[in-house]
């Protein structure tokens, strides 16, 4: 869209097994401050089969002034045509100025194809969001060539100006119990004919371990542990502090540990209280996933390696000795 009468900032709320996803939260928090910025509402939209009042209630408390509820037995699980089709139908009757996503596997789906169906530009996996001074233009910063710089994006010609974020980068909105938004219920013009896929099944993997966006602890390896074996003593050691496993990706490339232990600019965002980084050198594109971390501690035997730069707590040398000797005065006989 080229006209310039859009307003508002909007949030795409992700439904996990009907509760909002935690990025949303951030996504609110944020799109706040921009809705602020430009004296605007912060709308959150919700496609689903029917409206929750909790939800939106939820979502009021969580700063959204409105919340559009687009509803339809075909929304009931997520499609890409569906959700592509009922929520170009809104943008196009709505005109939002900004509309952010979270970069999960459903926002990375979902707004390339939006994107190009109402022909505008997306900016994927900001890790920072504001506003030109001038123009009021959104500045969507993302690492770029690697990671190894980080590139402002804007969208000046085109509107929305859609852009995903990863979760974990931004902090979550405040709740305010007072705060109530207005829940405005929309009946897209779907058919069925509309939808070419069918969700035959949804298989939920069961975690075994806490997540490593909810974690406050982490204990993270790299290729310094010297294989697969030296996972299992930071496992440990997680245990006892109540945290869980990080990696780097090059002991994953390894095949000593699950991608979805990877942290950094290709892996999750990690923001916990306590980052403990063991045999990490401290490459640019780990440190971008973890260097936000409230406390940063690393175990590492070359006293040059970049991590130090970020550590507020160092030790140069092995890690399996720290690690042992920790696990012992924590009470645990390594
Ligand atoms: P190394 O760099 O080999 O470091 C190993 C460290 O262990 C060294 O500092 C060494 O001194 C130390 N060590 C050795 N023995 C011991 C010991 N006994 N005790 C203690 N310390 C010891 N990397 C990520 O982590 N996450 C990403 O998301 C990511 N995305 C990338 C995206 C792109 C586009 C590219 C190009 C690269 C990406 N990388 C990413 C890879 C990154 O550049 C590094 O190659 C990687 O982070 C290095 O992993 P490492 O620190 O485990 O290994």
């Not at 006209?3 to 009907?18: A, D, M, P, Q, T």
């Amino acid at each position: 869209m080229t006209e310039r009468n859009s307003k508002n900032v909007w949030v795409f709320v992700e439904l996990r097994e009907g509760h909002i996803a935690p990025v949303v939260l951030e996504l609110l928090g944020e799109g706040k401050k921009l809705a602020q910025g430009l004296g605007e509402k912060l709308c959150a939209v919700v496609l689903s089969d029917g409206a929750d009042a909790s939800l939106a209630e939820q979502l009021g408390e969580y700063g959204a002034d409105v919340v559009y509820s687009v509803e339809s037995p075909l929304l009931a699980k997520y499609t890409t045509d569906g959700f592509t089709t009922a929520l170009t139908e809104l943008i196009r009757n709505e005109r939002p100025e900004i509309l952010l996503f979270g970069a999960t596997h459903v926002g990375r789906d979902l707004a390339p194809r939006l994107a190009a169906r109402i022909n505008t530009g997306l900016t994927a996996d900001c890790t920072s969001l504001a506003l030109d001074e001038e123009t009021k233009d959104l500045m969507q910063t993302r690492p770029a060539f690697g990671g190894n710089l980080m590139a402002t994006i804007r969208c000046p010609e085109h509107r929305p100006q859609m852009a995903t974020v990863r979760p974990g980068v931004m902090d979550k909105a405040a709740c305010d119990k007072a705060h109530k938004a207005e829940l405005i219920r929309v009946a897209p013009a779907l058919t069925a004919e509309d939808i070419r896929t069918e969700v035959v099944e949804t298989v939920v993997k069961k975690l075994t371990e806490i997540p490593l966006t909810e974690a406050r602890v982490i204990v993270s390896g790299g290729l310094g542990l010297g294989g697969p074996e030296g996972f299992a003593l930071l496992r440990r050691l997680a245990a006892r502090l109540g945290g869980a496993v990080g990696s780097s990706r090059a002991a994953v490339d390894a095949g000593w540990i699950d991608p979805t232990h990877q942290v950094g600019q290709t892996g999750t965002t990690v923001k916990p209280d306590v980052y403990i980084a063991c045999g990490i050198s401290g490459a640019i594109q780990h440190l971008a996933g973890m260097k936000e971390s409230k406390l940063i501690v690393a175990f590492n035997t070359n006293p040059d390696a970049p991590i130090f730069e970020v550590a507020d707590y160092g030790l140069v040398g092995d890690y399996k000795e720290v690690i042992e000797s920790l696990l012992e005065k924590l009470g645990e006989g390594a």
